[in-house]
T-cell receptor, first 113, second 117 residues
Framework: SQQGEEDPQALSIQEGENATMNCSYK?????LQWYRQNSGRGLVHLILIRSNEREKHSGRLRVTLDTSKKSSSLLITASRAADTASYFC?????????????FGKGTKLSVKP | NAGVTQTPKFQVLKTGQSMTLQCAQD?????MSWYRQDPGMGLRLIHYSVGAGITDQGEVPNGYNVSRSTTEDFPLRLLSAAPSQTSVYFC????????????????FGSGTRLTVV
């Protein structure tokens, strides 16, 4: 099945540094979303970007979408220890049932104080 | 608002037993779905519903049944539990589906950790 693939699988940085995670997908999409999951918890929605948008910001988060390359990136600026979590991209694919999302396997981010 | 509530939080079943995982939301969301999360596999869609009385299969529906008699509730039934169904199960809901597109993200429950022995 179509799936977003995050890269890298794991990322370790120091507090204050920026963290960049990438997501690639296979077929045309309606929208792409990013979620955060703290260990043992449910997923929390971070940001949604539609297929006709190229960039979106929310606080310290910046998401870009390149539909020609079928890829997206999530940038977290000035990272904090509290940003330590797994980050997932999820795609709503064109022609799919309303609201269906296909999730990638995630990037595990570790921010060291 | 409580958001999406899943019960139980933990469950151990014996092979062959059946059970129902409960999911309820109080946000009047029309769209609800069930995912399972396994190590290294990400989240995989089991079943989903676009409104009361309407359900459909996702990527991994075998061994699971759902029904949606009300907007609020979307229970997931395991018919005859197998060790391969050991997983963490998440229920999620959303609204604002406009012209086939989500305009808001999903709200997830906190999950049910199921072990089948």
């Amino acid at each position: 099945s179509q799936q977003g693939e995050e890269d890298p699988q794991a990322l370790s940085i120091q507090e204050g540094e920026n963290a960049t995670m990438n997501c690639s997908y296979k077929t045309s999409i309606n929208n792409l979303q990013w979620y955060r999951q703290n260990s043992g918890r449910g997923l929390v929605h971070l940001i949604l970007i539609r297929s006709n948008e190229r960039e979106k910001h929310s606080g310290r988060l910046r998401v870009t979408l390149d539909t020609s390359k079928k890829s997206s990136s999530l940038l977290i600026t000035a990272s904090r220890a509290a940003d330590t979590a797994s980050y997932f991209c999820a795609t709503g694919y064109y022609g799919g049932s309303q609201g269906n999302l296909i999730f990638g396997k995630g990037t595990k981010l570790s921010v060291k104080p | 608002n409580a958001g999406v509530t899943q019960t139980p939080k933990f469950q151990v079943l014996k092979t062959g037993q059946s059970m129902t995982l409960q999911c309820a939301q109080d946000m009047n969301h029309e769209y609800m779905s069930w995912y399972r999360q396994d190590p290294g596999m990400g989240l995989r869609l089991i079943h989903y519903s676009v409104g009361a009385g309407i359900t459909d299969q996702g990527e991994v529906p075998n061994g699971y049944n759902v029904s949606r008699s009300t907007t609020e509730d979307f229970p997931l039934r395991l018919l005859s539990a197998a060790p391969s169904q050991t997983s963490v199960y998440f229920c999620a809901s959303s609204t604002s589906i406009l012209e086939g597109q989500l305009t808001r993200g999903y709200t997830f429950g906190s999950g049910t950790r199921l072990t089948v022995v």
